[in-house]
């Protein structure tokens, strides 16, 4: 049984940083492609942030380009999202999600992904 389990979340004041982790288990970790999403009340669910299994990152959202860099360790079937300068408007639900795929490039869209964690919240305050 798939489980994906993200953790790192809090609330923090404009500026800050955060660090989300991102742990999949009952998968061969290094066969799949990761991202990272948000979601606020009522908007869509956003692509953030997507790695290759090998660690190529191929997406970054503009609004986070210089601010969050994602990552991945395969030895221990964890992806991360460095989050730096925090703003307001990163507000949200962060999720982390999984497809198969052995190549060098993921998706920046969530309908390519069959796997999703429950979510951390994200809170920045001005």
């Known amino acids: 049984q798939v489980q994906v389990v993200e953790s790192g979340g809090g609330s923090v004041q404009a500026g800050g940083s955060l660090r989300l982790s991102c742990t999949a288990s009952g998968l061969n970790f290094d066969h799949y492609a990761m991202g990272w999403f948000r979601q606020t009340p009522g908007k869509k669910r956003e692509g953030v942030s997507c790695?290759?299994?090998?660690?190529?990152?191929?997406y970054l959202l503009d609004s986070v380009q210089g601010r969050f860099t994602i990552s991945r360790d395969n030895a221990k079937n964890t992806l991360y999202l460095q989050m730096n300068s925090l703003e307001p408007g990163d507000t949200a639900i962060y999720y982390c999600?999984?497809?198969?795929?052995?190549?060098?490039?993921?998706?920046?869209?969530?309908?390519?992904?069959?796997?999703w964690g429950q979510g951390t919240q994200v809170t920045v305050s001005s």
């Open positions: 999600a999984a497809t198969p795929n052995l190549g060098s490039f993921c998706y920046s869209s969530e309908f390519e992904y069959d796997y």
């Open positions: 790695i290759s299994a090998n660690g190529h990152p191929t």
